[in-house]
């Protein structure tokens, strides 16, 4: 693509979501926090409120045209998703509330059953929480323990080091695709690749994967994708566990209720067959049609074309930030994707979120739900700016300026 012709394109891709055209404290908006959530374009909203309006009754079980409409409408969706990563089945895909649902998922129903005391479950020390504290509650289960790769200065996983932790001892290894707190991109091939030749399952954590680069998980080689609906343009409480089919197979429900099952007797409990042996109850059926219309939307653009648009602007980002006097980046890796995070002067990051958020620029500011990664560095948050698609080079600009601005207020 030409620099125009990605001009022109970023335009209309900020043109499509609505919630980017208002104004903040009298300030148009900048919104960099898609890391956290993203925004929904119209096509999203629309798909999801055509739904309600015409199409809403319950999934699987109805006879009447509503239902089957239903059906049709959230069963299309899973069939975007395989498309999507590239499953081989649509048997692959379970249907969740999120990212953290999924893991949980495997947590409980792939490892508490297997683990023995002395196994292990092999993470890194960049993750979410929510790829950190299933693991713990499936070790104190079961007597397993938790082991942590570590990661270097520039917030790196150090891949010698997981690879030197491998042993017959363990049992899942578990990381993020891409950090959320810093951006890092993860060697999760690299750590796939090892896993496989020693039969050990990888979950890889891809809920800021899937928004940013193609992911096609059949090339990866993982078990187990998760990710989160609304980080990729779609509704919340939506997500993906796609699980290889043998060993989904060979694990038992993780849930009871309607819809996980065949046939019920006081007696004995058939369940269903893939995957809505692990979808018991009504699912989010508004919240998964959205994922379809996002995904639908996703693909117009391409993720090749999503990824080497925000890669420039992450680097265009990067060189801005590094002018800033008294700045101090927080995660500096080689590869990365969306996110930075940053500390300036000894501004509290609460505060510089907040003065930030008064000239119209909505960061996040904390921990990021990675709290391990803050106390590697010795710090209790950071400020993080993540982009999507639909920001661009005014949006950094705007960032840069009001960290000015914070600066002159705290002197
Ligand atoms: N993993 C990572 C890397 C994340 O960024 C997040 C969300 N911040 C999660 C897991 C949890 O996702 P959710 O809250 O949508 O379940």
Redesign the pocket.
């Known amino acids: 693509m030409s620099a125009s012709a990605k001009a022109v394109s970023a335009a209309d891709w900020r043109a499509d979501f609505p919630a980017l055209h208002q104004s903040v404290h009298g300030q148009p908006l900048v919104y960099l926090d898609s890391?956290?959530s993203a925004q929904q374009p119209a096509a999203v909203i629309d798909a999801v409120s055509r739904y309600q309006r015409e199409d809403h009754a319950n999934v699987h079980r109805g006879v009447h045209t509503l239902s089957h409409r239903a059906t049709e409408a959230y069963e299309g969706a899973r069939d975007k998703i395989r498309n999507f990563i590239n499953a081989g089945s649509r048997a692959e895909i379970v249907l969740t509330?999120?990212?953290?649902?999924?893991?949980n998922l495997v947590a409980q129903s792939f490892c508490r059953p297997r683990l023995q005391a002395g196994d292990k479950i092999l993470i890194t020390h960049l993750?979410?929480h929510?790829?950190i504290v299933p693991w713990q509650l499936v070790c104190e289960q079961t007597g397993a323990e938790l082991v942590v790769a570590p990661i270097n200065d520039k917030g790196e996983v150090e891949l010698s080091a997981l690879l030197d932790l491998i042993d017959d001892k363990v049992f899942l290894i578990g990381i993020?695709h891409?950090?959320?707190a810093l951006g890092t991109v993860c060697p999760i091939e690299k750590v796939i690749e090892h896993a496989r030749q020693r039969g050990i399952p990888v979950l890889v954590?891809g809920?800021?994967g899937v928004p940013h680069l193609n992911v096609d998980v059949q090339a990866l080689g993982c078990d187990f994708y998760?990710f989160?609906g609304?980080?990729m343009f779609g509704p919340?409480g939506t997500?993906v566990l796609y699980g290889r089919e043998e060993l989904l197979e060979s694990m038992p429900p993780w849930q009871g209720g309607g819809d996980m099952i065949l046939e019920v007797s006081f007696d004995e409990t058939i369940y269903n067959e893939l995957p809505y042996k692990f979808e018991a109850g009504t699912p989010n059926i508004s919240g998964v049609v959205g994922l379809g219309a996002a995904i639908d939307y996703l693909q117009a653009i391409g993720m090749a074309n999503i990824a080497s648009y925000e890669q420039d602007l992450h680097d265009y980002m990067v060189a801005e930030l590094k002018k800033v006097d008294g700045i101090r980046l927080i995660g500096e890796a080689r590869h990365k994707a969306s996110a930075q995070s940053f500390l300036l002067d000894d501004i509290h990051s609460h505060d510089l979120g907040t003065i930030l958020d008064q000239q119209g620029v909505a960061i996040r500011t904390g921990h990021?739900?990675a709290m391990p990664l803050m106390q590697y560095f010795g710090i209790s948050g950071t400020s993080r700016a993540s982009l999507a698609f639909y920001n661009n080079r005014d949006d950094v600009d705007r960032l840069i300026a009001a960290l000015g601005k914070a600066k002159a207020i705290f002197g």
């Open positions: 890391a956290a509330s999120g990212t953290t649902e999924a893991i993750e979410h929510a790829n993020a891409v950090a959320n954590d809920a800021q998760a989160s609304h980080k919340t997500g990021h739900c």
